[in-house]
Structures are given as structure tokens and as C-alpha cells.
């Protein structure tokens, strides 16, 4: 009889576990782990807020006149695409009256090149947005008396592969001058600065 409780000693421990170790300890709390209780809260919303100030109608029509300068002294490079394909200059067409006047007058081009230089580009008065698209466009004129320069020393000739250079090289600058005018124009109509390769790095260095 005294082998029975020495049997019962040697039973392994976990066949002697309560009923009560199942159930959840009385002093651990229930509560999920503070990493799952972050997950459930709601995470914090942003707003952003923008403000956006239309430009002034007095600002557009001073931008989208000066871009009317480099158009109408970049016109005389489509006398070639205008002599091989005379329908290309039906669009121009109801511009060839103030295009002739503007021309008949004496210094015209050089006068209106001061003027907006003068009275809009150094004029702390405007506006930058109207200072900027009057800068951009006398830069671009600028830009487009240098051909005429070097067809002046150069002297390509009359006929051979010097004038069909010259053609080529009249075509592409008219089509140049003809996208910056389209581009310039309208998006000063919108109240949009418009940005021309090359020629708005200049002008933004010379305004700042």
C-alpha cells in the first residue's frame, strides 16, 4: 500500500494541472495590446488649402500685346513658305493692314521696343506677371534680328545651295515665331505664364 503514493508522486506535472488554468487569469487584462488599440484609431486627416489669385485683365492685355513685337518683325521670314505655298498666308491675311502700318511708320519697331522696355519692363508699378511676358517678348525680338545679321555677312547668294539654306533656315524661324506668338498670346488671354525654352531663362535672370 505505501507504492501507491510514491506511483502517485511520479505522474508526470502536467496531469495534475487544475481545471482553473484554462480559464483567464483574474488580474491580466482583457484589453487588446496597445499596438492593435493605434491600429484602430483613426489617423489624423489634412487639409490643404490653396488660394489662387486671377490675373488682372489690365495685366493680360499688356502681356498679350507685347508678344505682337516679335510676330510682326518675324513675319518677313515666311516670305519662302509664303512663295511655295501661297494658301499658308490666308490666316495672316486680316493682320496685313495693321502689319503695313506698322511698318510705314518711321522707327516703329524701334520705338516700340523702348516703349515696352521702358514703360512695363522697368516699371515697379506693374505687376511681375505683366513685366515678365513684356521682357520675354524683347528678348525673343531680340533674338530674331541675329539671322538677318549673319545673312548680312555671310551672304548665301541668290540661288545654289546657299539660298535653299536660307529657305530652310527662313522656314523654321517662321514657324518659331508663329508657335511663341499662338503660345504667348493665349496663355496670356488665360492668365497663364507661358514659358519659352531658352528665352524665359534670360528674361527671369534680367527681371530678377
Same mark, same amino acid.
Given at each position: 500500500?505505501? !507504492?501507491?503514493?510514491?506511483?502517485?508522486?511520479?505522474?508526470?506535472? @502536467?496531469?495534475? +494541472?487544475?481545471?482553473?488554468?484554462?480559464? =483567464?487569469?483574474?488580474? +491580466?487584462?482583457? $484589453?487588446?495590446?496597445?499596438?492593435?488599440?493605434?491600429?484602430?484609431?483613426?489617423?489624423?486627416?489634412?487639409?490643404?488649402?490653396?488660394?489662387?489669385?486671377?490675373?488682372?485683365?489690365?495685366?493680360? $492685355?499688356?502681356?498679350?500685346?507685347?508678344?505682337?513685337?516679335?510676330?510682326?518683325?518675324?513675319?518677313?521670314?515666311?516670305?519662302?513658305?509664303?512663295? +511655295?505655298?501661297?494658301?499658308?498666308?490666308?490666316?495672316?491675311?486680316?493682320?496685313?493692314? $495693321?502689319? !503695313?502700318?506698322?511698318?510705314?511708320? =518711321?522707327?516703329?519697331?524701334?520705338?516700340?521696343?523702348?516703349?515696352?522696355?521702358?514703360?512695363?519692363?522697368?516699371?515697379? +508699378?506693374?505687376? @511681375?506677371?505683366?513685366?515678365?511676358?513684356?521682357?520675354?517678348?524683347?528678348?525673343?525680338?531680340?533674338?530674331?534680328?541675329?539671322?538677318? $545679321?549673319?545673312?548680312?555677312?555671310?551672304?548665301?547668294?541668290?540661288?545654289?545651295?546657299?539660298?535653299?539654306?536660307?529657305?530652310?533656315?527662313?522656314?523654321?524661324?517662321?514657324?518659331?515665331?508663329?508657335? !511663341?506668338?499662338?503660345?504667348?498670346?493665349?496663355?496670356?488671354?488665360?492668365?497663364?505664364?507661358?514659358?519659352?525654352?531658352?528665352?524665359?531663362?534670360?528674361?527671369?535672370?534680367?527681371?530678377?
Amino acid at each position: 500500500m505505501a !507504492s501507491i503514493p510514491l506511483l502517485r508522486l511520479s505522474l508526470p506535472l @502536467h496531469h495534475q +494541472k487544475p481545471a482553473s488554468f484554462l480559464l =483567464p487569469h483574474p488580474l +491580466k487584462p482583457t $484589453l487588446p495590446s496597445p499596438a492593435r488599440f493605434r491600429r484602430a484609431l483613426p489617423r489624423p486627416t489634412t487639409t490643404t488649402r490653396c488660394s489662387y489669385t486671377p490675373i488682372p485683365a489690365t495685366d493680360r $492685355l499688356i502681356s498679350a500685346a507685347s508678344y505682337f513685337l516679335p510676330f510682326f518683325n518675324g513675319l518677313q521670314y515666311g516670305r519662302f513658305l509664303f512663295a +511655295k505655298y501661297p494658301i499658308l498666308a490666308t490666316p495672316f491675311e486680316p493682320l496685313l493692314p $495693321l502689319v !503695313s502700318l506698322y511698318h510705314s511708320l =518711321p522707327y516703329a519697331s524701334f520705338i516700340t521696343f523702348f516703349g515696352f522696355y521702358i514703360g512695363v519692363v522697368r516699371n515697379p +508699378k506693374l505687376s @511681375h506677371y505683366a513685366r515678365f511676358n513684356a521682357l520675354q517678348a524683347l528678348v525673343l525680338d531680340v533674338l530674331l534680328v541675329v539671322p538677318v $545679321l549673319l545673312q548680312r555677312i555671310i551672304s548665301p547668294g541668290q540661288s545654289g545651295i546657299g539660298l535653299k539654306l536660307t529657305a530652310w533656315a527662313h522656314t523654321g524661324l517662321f514657324t518659331i515665331v508663329v508657335a !511663341s506668338f499662338v503660345y504667348g498670346l493665349v496663355f496670356s488671354i488665360l492668365g497663364k505664364t507661358p514659358y519659352l525654352p531658352f528665352v524665359a531663362e534670360a528674361a527671369g535672370r534680367q527681371l530678377d
